[in-house]
């Protein structure tokens, strides 16, 4: 069965400035991909990110990027430019292709931007 | 806005109460899937439905069951309801077949208070 680990509950960071928020997976699949979803107060679930584990080149999102390092199994998002609406909760995700295709999350991480 | 919407948005009832929640999914996806989002449990899958048929299940009670109808909208229904059953209920839908298949749209959720 795959696993997300966000080890770091909570973050916060100042506004303009750069935060990177940490995920780890573990599976025996290949043919995978990886997801942040960001979760505001308004509990909406917004799709930020996707990653095809199979492109080594990692995705990019305008102020939103990822290292995605396949081989530690660890799927990291930057986010440059911190702006107040970024404040939410930010969950990271796996999916199988051809498995049982259901999203597996981690527990999330709450990020904070201060003015 | 994602496309996909769900009703009710707020649902407050009683114990050993059956509620129905319903779903439709972005116009051309056939892929409708559910989550519950509790404080203690997390993001957990329910059930998949591709369709009109049931393609995986998840962590969902024997209390809870869904359909997909030929219109492709779908339905949670939950019955002999507990304290515990109070949760957010995420639908997301996507697009076997389409583009970025494996890419799930989530809907605003309903929040279900049991007391």
């Known amino acids: 069965a795959q696993t997300v680990t966000q080890s770091q509950p909570e973050m916060s960071v100042q506004e303009a400035e750069t935060v990177t928020l940490s995920c780890t997976y573990d599976?025996?699949?290949?043919?995978?991909?990886l997801f942040w979803y960001k979760q505001p107060p308004s509990r909406q679930m917004i799709l930020v990110i996707r990653?095809?584990?199979?492109?080594?080149q990692n995705a990019t999102e305008n102020r939103f990027s990822v290292n995605f390092q396949k081989a530690a199994k660890s799927f990291s998002l930057k986010i440059s430019d911190s702006q107040l609406g970024d404040t939410a909760m930010y969950f990271c995700?796996?999916?199988?292709?051809?498995?049982?295709?259901?999203?597996?999350f981690g527990k999330g991480m709450k990020l904070t931007v201060n003015p | 806005d994602s496309g996909v919407t769900q009703t009710p948005k707020h649902l407050i009832t009683a114990t050993g109460q059956r509620v129905t929640l319903r779903c439709s999914p972005r116009?051309?996806?056939?892929?409708v899937y559910w989550y519950q989002q509790s404080l203690d449990q997390g993001l957990q899958f329910l059930i998949h439905?591709?369709?009109?048929?049931?393609?995986a299940k998840g962590n969902i009670l024997e209390r809870f069951s869904a359909q997909q109808f030929p219109d492709l909208h779908s339905e949670l229904n939950l019955s002999s309801l507990e304290l515990g059953d109070s949760a957010l209920y995420f639908c997301?839908?996507?697009?076997?077949?389409?583009?970025?298949?494996?890419?799930?749209?989530f809907g605003p959720g309903t929040r279900l208070t049991v007391l």
């Open positions: 997301a839908s996507s697009n076997p077949g389409g583009i970025r298949t494996d890419t799930q749209y």
């Open positions: 990653q095809e584990a199979y492109k080594q």
């Open positions: 995700a796996f999916f199988h292709q051809g498995g049982s295709e259901k999203l597996v």
């Open positions: 116009s051309g996806d056939l892929s």
């Open positions: 599976t025996s699949e290949s043919n995978y991909y």
């Open positions: 439905y591709y369709n009109g048929e049931e393609r």
